[in-house]
């Protein structure tokens, strides 16, 4: 449903209202805040947007970067969730949305956008890379080697017994107790859901067969916990179990080494950042729709699979230039070296490469 133009005022005050508020500042212009120390920028106002709650603790880290060149420019991110935020954005009561998966090619194709102007495009890109852990709790196992199909059968409630031989066998010299395996899994609908079953699928079709989906399937059984803190205190609370968090959120839990190829490869910012780069842009996207198709089967060295990519999304051009000029400068300094080291720091997430930072700035600088 639309929201008509009080209702759009009524939201994007109550946005406001929210978390993440911040006077923000950022005088260096487009790709060039990172080096700016100044706070006499000539932009002022309101920049409004919402999404992906994956990237709170990063968009708080950006705020306050912001804010520091940028003194009478206010922004307001309220963490709803993937879904709610794209449809914030479609509707016209964002200037910008956040979002664990880019809009598919159908749901740009029927449009409309309401914050952009008439028969123009969106801009959208990577922004945030997290790599999703394993996380595990059984007493006296720091670590295990495991491939697609055995996490795909534990999950499908396949596999049921720690010392199963499927996972014994890859995990040579490990004690393995006689101890039911829980799984644990999200019970809200959540992109970190999506982006591990969208690895299970394409990595073991065989062993997962109900696709890249955000809600989980109730015939598995498990565990549910609501969001990634349930899911993580679920894990940490229980005897045998095993669950898939936020990377950052695994502290001392036991952790899971993937297969990819004929190697086990753990999780890090750095193997999370490589798989995006090794995998290639969704065909059929305009030049400014920087979707990418992840590579979840890559047998490419240092490669992690398991990875939440989350975009940012935005007008090619706005109905309000007010609002153009404001999402230019403020996804300008997300994509920098400096926005993405703070958002490392803050959250854990995976800086972007310079590769992707190369074409990501022609997507933002086409934004008027």
């Known amino acids: 449903m639309k929201l008509s133009a009080l209702t759009k005022v009524a939201a ?37 947007g919402a999404g992906a709650s994956s990237q709170g603790s990063a968009q708080e880290a950006w705020v306050a970067g912001f804010q520091t060149t940028h003194a009478d420019v206010t922004v307001n991110y309220d963490p709803t969730g993937s879904g709610a935020g794209r449809e914030t ?48 709790n059984v007493e006296g196992v720091d670590s295990l080697k495991l491939d697609a199909p055995v996490v795909a ?32 899994h999200r019970s809200d609908e959540s992109g970190t859901t999506g982006n591990f079953t969208d690895y299970l699928s394409a990595a073991a079709p065989s062993d997962w067969t109900v696709g890249s989906i955000e809600s989980w399937p109730t015939e598995f059984g498990g565990e549910g916990a609501q969001g990634t803190s349930g899911v993580v205190e679920a894990v940490s609370n229980g005897v ?30 750095e193997a999370a950042a490589a798989i995006v780069d090794e995998s290639p842009l969704e065909e059929g ?37 007010a609002n153009a000029e404001l999402v ?15 958002a490392a720091d803050a959250a854990g997430s995976a800086p972007i490469s310079a590769d992707l930072r190369a074409k990501i700035e022609p997507a933002i600088a086409a934004i008027s």
């Open 12 to 48: 994007i005050g109550g946005l406001a209202a929210l978390t993440l508020t911040s006077c923000a500042a950022n005088e260096s212009g487009t790709g060039n805040t990172a080096d700016s120390g100044s706070t006499n920028s000539s932009l002022s106002g309101e920049l409004v």
């Open 89 to 136: 954005f479609q509707q016209g009561a964002s200037a910008f949305a956040g979002s664990d998966r880019a809009f598919k090619a159908e749901e740009v194709s029927a449009g409309p956008f309401e914050a952009c102007a008439p028969d123009t495009g969106i801009v959208e890109f990577p922004a945030y890379i997290s790599p999703i852990a394993l996380i595990f």
């Open 153 to 184: 059968q534990i999950f499908a409630g396949k596999i049921t017994k720690w010392n199963d031989p499927a996972i014994a066998a890859q995990n040579e010299g490990v004690t393995l107790p006689d101890l039911n395996i829980t799984a644990v």
């Open 240 to 269: 045998g179990t095993i669950g898939y968090a936020d990377a950052s959120r695994a502290g001392d839990l036991g952790t899971v080494e993937i297969k990819v190829g004929d190697a086990y490869v753990a999780y890090s910012p």
């Open 285 to 321: 996207r305009t030049d400014h729709d920087l979707a990418i198709k992840l590579d979840r089967t890559s047998s490419e060295a240092g490669v992690y699979p398991i990875v939440l990519v989350s975009y940012l999304v935005g007008c090619e051009q706005y109905a309000d230039a």
């Open 328 to 342: 230019k400068e403020y996804f300008s300094y997300i994509v920098s070296e400096e926005g993405q080291k703070i």
